[in-house]
């Protein structure tokens, strides 16, 4: 006779929430592309509401893609409704990670600060996000403190890094 399976506690579920929607491929793809986005559109803005307006208006439609994408590829498998239904899921990480982003530009702009220093701030921000995933995957993985220190900084240096290449190639 088997045993009843528990179910998940509320940490868990907070957890698996978590997981999905800032530690997925998609999430930290979004991450990086809307911090590149932000980068890019700093050239051509005239105000922190119009860079941000511009990003988040690009994010979208990058979301739209992947949705579509992730959509035609299952949609034979699984129908149409349940293929879009996981696209939404599976992509939805992309949204979701660059809100602490979104946050911070506002913040920077309701506090008066220059377009520069928003920009600034939200790269300091993606930073932050990416050495915590980092740190978060090495934990995961029983690094020891140093190791997990190293990764998390490694992971975010690599992010920026790419947000750079971005903007190096726009």
């Known amino acids: 006779m088997s045993e009843p399976v528990a179910s998940p506690s509320r940490g868990q579920r907070v957890?698996?929430?978590?997981?999905?929607?800032?530690?997925?491929?998609?999430?930290?793809?979004?991450?990086?592309?809307?911090?590149?986005?932000?980068?890019?559109?700093?050239?051509?803005?005239?105000?922190?509401e119009d860079m941000l307006a511009t990003s988040v208006a690009s994010l979208v439609v990058f979301f739209i893609a992947h949705v579509f994408a992730h959509t035609l590829t299952e949609h034979s498998q699984h129908g149409f409704r349940a293929a879009l239904r996981n696209a939404i899921r599976h992509g939805a990480g992309m949204l979701y990670a660059s809100v602490p982003s979104?946050?911070?530009?506002?913040?920077?702009?309701?506090?008066?600060?220059?377009?520069?220093?928003?920009?600034?701030?939200?790269?300091?921000?993606?930073?932050i996000v990416l050495a915590v995933l980092g740190y978060h995957a090495f934990q995961s993985r029983r690094a020891p403190f140093l190791g997990r220190i190293l990764g998390a900084v490694a992971t975010a240096m690599l992010g920026i890094f790419i947000v750079i290449l971005e903007y190096g190639f726009h």
Not at 16 to 40: E, H, K, M, Q
Not at 117 to 126: Q, S
Request: proline share 2%.
């Open 15 to 48: 957890l698996a929430w978590f997981d999905v929607r800032f530690r997925s491929p998609a999430a930290i793809y979004g991450l990086i592309v809307f911090t590149a986005f932000v980068t890019i559109a700093e050239d051509h803005a005239e105000s922190i």
């Open 102 to 127: 979104v946050i911070v530009l506002v913040v920077s702009d309701l506090a008066g600060a220059t377009l520069e220093d928003a920009v600034d701030n939200c790269l300091l921000t993606a930073f």
